[in-house]
């Protein structure tokens, strides 16, 4: 049952969310299915982890339906009862847990029904709470202030004098939340051109960018530092620094005034803009800045309980490796395991430890670590396999290097793991073909052959290849000893 949409659900379940659901469940109001409640009171034995042998299918239904032939069929009917009411309970805990929807949802009712009774009321305590969230504005904050501003244009329509201020006040709000949403996507559709070399345009965000120089967003300092954000995407090398400086500026003078979840992407488009523009924006500062944005990221995540994925994960250890911080990545991974979220994260942990290792120059250690690794499946299998490989490389031990090339290269070339995981298999060739020439490299004699060996190598590099800095590296030191 461990690979069923349910136990991957309620393994995303805290603690008082299970509690909370089980209460769910006993209500009639909700759930009258009783099979469903002896289920989950079977399965909630084994969160979090939900990997133990007693919760095979067939030991599961002993419990539920004791005395009973195994039935797959009533099983799997019984499975998918029970994650409509996890879904269920989601939506129900997140409706009147946020106040913004509860107030959404009653209005809703009211204007439906034209029921505008005490109305006034509701509308008044609704802007308390918005009051309230606007200390932290995120998108959640605009659209909810639309759907009040909305409401009060509506019922106000019904008046006998209507003020155009209402209509006024509407339409900001919508621009507003528009205005943001569409720099989330701009944002991140940047970053991804950046990464694979696509090219975008976008005429709507000439629009926004005009109504930020005409000082619409002057009171919305979040929607403003986005705009600025997508200057500095968009700048030259000379405004590129006192841009790059006024959003940092910008930013420290109004975090108080930004969501949590908002601050979080700020600072992952700033790092990725920084880490992805490198080679072309070279300045003294650039360096400490990324990493000063990727470590607030990640200990503001921290700070909430939010859950990293493999990927999240592996980009940490490799950009705090980068600044050569070994005390916070030993303090990320002996404190903050639990918050990854992946099955076997003994396999990342080690992965960690053996790349932190290696970064030290410690490659026997490192490449004992990886060979330790019993699984090497999955998502992890090219960061494991690549590191594998150039510990091998520094060791200097070719032979087995060669061995463990054509090892790799017969996977790649059958697997489709990597296309789920958004991984070309041709920059992963692309890495192998170029080790195999370096390691050629280390064998030949004849300076036309070791000339054309080199021109090889630069050829494949002009491409995206894995790991492309370390080969150009390694070729760079090959030069400089020959």
Known sequence: MNSTILVSLLKHFSKGEIKLFSKFLDSPYYNSNKAAISLFDEIRKF???????LLKKKNVYKKVFPGEK??????????????????????????????????????????????????????KNWKNVLDISSAG?????????????SHVSHISSFKPKVESSYKDKELKSLTCYFALKAMHIYCLNFIMSLAYGSSQENILLKEILALDDNGFFSEEPLIHIYCELIRLFTADIKSNRDLLYQIHKELAEKEKSIANDEKIALYWFISQYLVLTSGKFV????NDLKWYYFKKQIELQIEIGEKFSWAAFVSIINNGLTQ?????????ISGYTHLINYDNKKLLVSWAKAKVMYTKGEYVDSLKELLLINSNLG?????ISSLTIMNYYELGNYNELSYYLQSYGKYISKTDKLYDIGINKIIVVGFIKAVNLLVKLQYCSDPVQQDAIKFKIEKLTQEKILSRNWVLEKLNEYNIAN
Not at 98 to 119: E, G, I, M, T, V
Not at 324 to 332: A, P, T, V, Y
């Open 47 to 53: 969160y979090p982890e939900f990997n133990s042998e």
């Open 70 to 123: 195994f039935n797959d069929v009533k099983l799997r009917k019984l499975i998918s009862d029970l994650n409509k009411l996890a879904e269920k309970f989601i939506s129900v805990e997140n409706l009147t847990r946020d106040s913004n929807q509860a107030h959404n949802a009653f209005l809703n009712f009211k204007k439906d029904r034209h029921y505008f009774d005490n109305a006034g009321t509701y509308l």
């Open 137 to 149: 504005k995120d998108d959640n904050y605009y659209y909810f202030k639309f759907c009040y501003e």
């Open 283 to 286: 300045l003294p500062w650039y």
């Open 324 to 332: 050569k911080e070994f005390d916070w990545i030993n303090w990320f």
């Open 379 to 383: 998502y992890m299998k090219y960061n």
